[in-house]
């Protein structure tokens, strides 16, 4: 049985025994200790990483993974939900070593740790909405920069978390930061079918809430009207895929985060031609090389302070594991990008 009905199961278990006379009191004390217990774990989690860092000293900033496995925000698959795990695994797989292609060293602390996992489902099977889901998404990342130098990596999941954890990231520092978003999709529907919270309409609640200056949409190839007319209402720099040639040498020479609060970084895999990472659910041919992404990685100037990996799909993975591995990369070297 999938994941996502496991969930409504268990949310209409709890629906029909609300109605027979269970309180609402009750169902809400319950949820709250699961919440509590939740954040709890991240909170002591982030802690001794924090303290292990600042006793090893030397760090401004270290990037620290948050695992948040949801899916059911997905138009489509729901498969991301399962990722966090297999893109640790991949992380520390003894394929490959522990250096990332700049020279720091994932073993080292103060360049990379891990916090664990929200445990998004079990949260879900006490019968928490999605309005509570993601503000207690956003508690989540804002638990782990309370840990100086801890910024965070959400591993997720699908592209609905990118809006919490945005979010998060802006009330914590206090205004805006500039986006980069790779994608094969802008993700910025005002509500795609009928979920304000879909993975395709991320960013439209990103840009209503003000928490970006800058938003720049790199790799688009999938994108209709209400795309172009949303990214224009937004003042969304959508760079598709068909001008690519053209916009490269801009691409891999950005400045951003200069008067804001920072850059996040949000990676969908699928901003990757499917020829070099076919664990998405949504294959759209025409995409960027891995290669492509790096460069624009390294060569971006400006202060990350935070980004997300969504969108692997393990489900979907037909060799071995070969797109964790790529996502895994993706982490490895924003943990280096992050990390000074």
Not at 90 to 95: K, P
Not at 312 to 321: A, C, E, F, I
Request: with cysteine; hydrophobic share 40%; charged share 25%.
């Amino acid at each position: 049985m999938g994941l996502s009905k496991i969930g409504r199961k268990g949310i209409q278990y709890l629906q029909n025994r609300n109605t027979a006379n269970v309180s609402n009191a009750l169902l809400e004390t319950g949820q709250n200790r699961v919440i509590d217990a939740s954040l709890t774990l991240i909170r002591e989690k982030a802690k001794l990483k924090g303290e292990l860092i600042r006793a090893l000293g030397g760090a401004v900033a270290s990037a620290s993974a948050l695992g948040v496995p949801l899916g059911h925000n997905s138009s489509f698959l729901q498969g991301p939900a399962f990722a966090p795990p297999r893109i640790r695994e991949a992380i520390w797989c003894g394929s490959t070593n522990s250096s990332t292609e700049e020279g720091k060293e994932m073993k080292d602390p103060r360049v990379f740790t891990d916090v664990g996992d929200l445990p998004v489902q079990e949260i879900r099977d006490c019968g928490v909405d999605d309005d509570r889901l993601m503000n207690v998404v956003s508690e989540s990342v804002k638990l782990v920069m309370e840990q100086d130098p801890l910024r965070p990596i959400v591993l997720g999941g699908d592209h609905s978390i990118s809006f919490p954890v945005v979010r998060a990231v802006s009330e914590k520092l206090g205004g805006p930061v500039d986006i980069l978003h790779l994608d094969a999709h802008p993700d910025i529907y005002h509500c795609f079918e009928g979920n304000k919270y879909s993975h395709a309409s991320s960013f439209a609640r990103i840009m209503e809430g003000g928490y970006a200056r800058r938003l720049l949409q790199v790799g688009i190839r999938s994108i209709n009207s209400e795309g172009r007319e949303q990214g224009k209402k937004f003042g969304v720099e959508q760079y598709e895929m068909r001008t690519f040639s053209r916009d490269r040498h801009f691409l891999e020479n950005l400045k951003l985060g200069e008067g804001v609060k920072g850059v996040y970084i949000s990676i969908d895999v699928d901003c990757l031609d499917p020829a070099f990472a076919p664990g998405v659910s949504h294959f759209e041919p025409g995409g960027l090389s891995f290669r492509d992404v790096l460069n624009i990685l390294h060569n971006l100037q400006g202060d990350v302070v935070a980004a997300d990996v969504v969108e692997y799909n393990p489900q979907r993975d037909p060799v071995d594991g070969i797109t964790a591995m790529v996502a895994a990369k993706f982490v490895r070297e924003l943990a280096a990008k992050i990390s000074k």
